[in-house]
């Protein structure tokens, strides 16, 4: 028994296979054309002048802001999305502080006395500085880690009566070790570091 076979047979099987992929297509472009209105609505963010904004997505870092040569306009994708997520890091470029307060150091005779210590400092490296914090302020406490560090050192290495007698030496040599732990996190002092205050730590109104 012969079975011929003619092409009109296959022309509504085609039609209706054609008819669904339109439909598909037709879909995925309207997806597309709502997640490009969202992101444009929701997801688009403009770097205020004052900021810098470091985009890391897999191992790329790129930093926005003004000035900048990628520009101050991205597109902050959730991270959870697939292959675009990615994390942003805030970073102030103006100066900022960290201070010590009352905080209690030892002479080199191991005499306990408070001192006050303000440093400045601004980022000289934001890609640098998002690679190792998560946020600004995480990126404060290292800093205070490291003014407090270059606090005990230096102070360590004399006595109190030589302190108060060298205050520009040793001002020079903390402010040098403290741009050198800072520098590991792409930060850099503004000005010389000074102590502010030294006070005996058992009456701390009384200063030194």
Excluded: C
């Excluded at 099987?13 to 490009?36: H, P, Q, R, Y």
């Excluded at 690679?131 to 800093?143: D, G, I, K, N, P």
């Excluded at 040793?170 to 402010?175: A, D, I, K, S, Y």
Aim: proline residues 3%; without cysteine; negative net charge.
């Amino acid at each position: 028994m012969d079975i011929q076979w003619h092409s009109d047979s296959f022309a509504p099987m085609i039609e209706a296979i054609t008819s669904n992929w339109v439909s598909i297509l037709g879909v995925l472009f309207f997806i597309i054309a709502v997640i490009a209105v969202i992101a444009a609505m929701f997801l688009r963010r403009v770097v205020p002048t004052n900021m810098v904004h470091t985009v890391q997505t897999g191992n790329k870092t790129t930093s926005y802001g003004r000035g900048r040569q990628s520009g101050n306009v991205y597109y902050e994708w959730p991270t959870w999305f697939p292959v675009v997520g990615l994390r942003v890091t805030q970073m102030p470029e103006s100066v900022f502080e960290v201070s010590l307060k009352d905080y209690e150091a030892y002479d080199s005779a191991r005499l306990p006395f408070v001192v006050d210590v303000t440093a400045f400092f601004r980022i000289s490296d934001s890609d640098k500085a998002a690679q190792r914090v998560a946020s600004f302020q995480e990126l404060e406490h290292q800093l205070q880690q490291v003014v407090q560090g270059a606090v005990r050192r230096v102070l360590a290495t004399n006595t109190l009566e030589e302190t108060m007698h060298q205050r520009s030496t040793l001002g020079e040599m903390f402010t040098k070790e403290v741009s050198e732990g800072a520098a590991e996190w792409g930060v850099q002092t503004v000005k010389m570091i000074e102590f502010m205050d030294l006070r005996d730590s058992k009456s701390q109104n009384s200063k030194v």
